[in-house]
């Protein structure tokens, strides 16, 4: 006897990417479950430094990258760090990692990635009406400012993408420029480039919360369980829990660095790993902060979260298991108060470590599983998942009710690997 369906969509994952899914879908009147242990301490939607990072075109495997990582490697305080014990595991990962850097394939990454900028861009100014949430945004720009005049010249690359994708930008030359958009940072800084048109939320855990309580005032269902395995057949799928199941007509898998166990289950082999992000909020800084900071030389980032100072970043690939290594946090808040005197003054803060899940050629799944079209797969999106959500929800929600997607998602394939 067929059971009854709990929901049309059963989405599993409740971070930034599943909870846009769920409200998109239910625009359509569709009826929506998500499954999610709600971890608040470990969700990298609620603690991340809050920003659309729209003028982040690049993939992050570029050729300046690969020529870098070698020293960062051997800085414990640098921006990339592999733990000893996690070597082995993260090889294959580089190894595609490096593969996307080269000039057959970084093109074709930049394009998709830029392609999904777009429409996660204009898809966010949708889901700010319909979720009526200006409020809980700031437009107050990104200065990306760099130490060293070589690396700036480097950064041209980044630039020339910036143009090519309608990514407004001002390059400026002197410390007195930068001062002008944010003053009190170290004079050493002398190059910089401002993006006006960069956005931050005001915090990103009220804005997963926003989002989350107007699912559930909208009907929408949450069940707190963890997913042991998805069963789809031709016309429905099942989603086992212990002691419980969810019957529905459709099911994405949202589940962050999570996520590929599931889809494994189901027969793709998706590379996924986490880079593990640090950082660090100080509630009483002293510092005016103006905008956005982006120390793209050392791979973190400077935001204000409500009243408060975030300083987050760097990249630490030890897998989903191992505990924190806070040390990271304190050297990034170290290099911030070189960069930024008075940043401290003494005051206390909170340190944070969260799983940015990343796929080695920096571009998320957005597809059907392999196994069955009642399954769809919306993970990988890197430090990006907070940009890239609205345009992914879109996505899968024309998938879904199937209708073309508003671009071509032929990049985001699971099956590329």
Known sequence: MKLPLDCDVAIIGGGIIGLSIAMSLQQTGKSVIVIDR???LINASRNNAGAFAFADILPLATPQIIKAAPKWLLDPAGPLYIHPAYVFSIFPWMFRFWRASLNDKFEQLLQAQASLMALSRDALERQVIELKAESLL?????????????????????????SQHNVRYTLLNSAAEIAEIQPGLNSTYEHAGFTPDW???????????HIQDLFIVRSGKWVDKKVDRIIPSQNDVSIKMEEHTVNASFCVVAAGAWSSRLASDLGDKIPLDTERGYNVTLPNSDFDLKTHLTFAEHGFVVSTINKAIRVGGAVEFAGLRRPPNFNRASALLKKAENFMPGLLNGNGYDKWMGFRPSLPDSLPVIDYSTLSKRVLYAFGHGHLGLTQAAGTAELVRDLIIGQNPAINISAFSAKRF
């Open 38 to 40: 709600d971890d608040k």
């Open 199 to 209: 956005i931050n939320v005001t915090d990103p855990n009220s804005w997963l919360q």
């Open 138 to 162: 700031h437009r107050k720009g990104q200065l990306r400012i760099y130490q060293h005049k070589k690396n700036f010249d480097r950064s041209a690359i980044f630039w020339k993408a910036c």
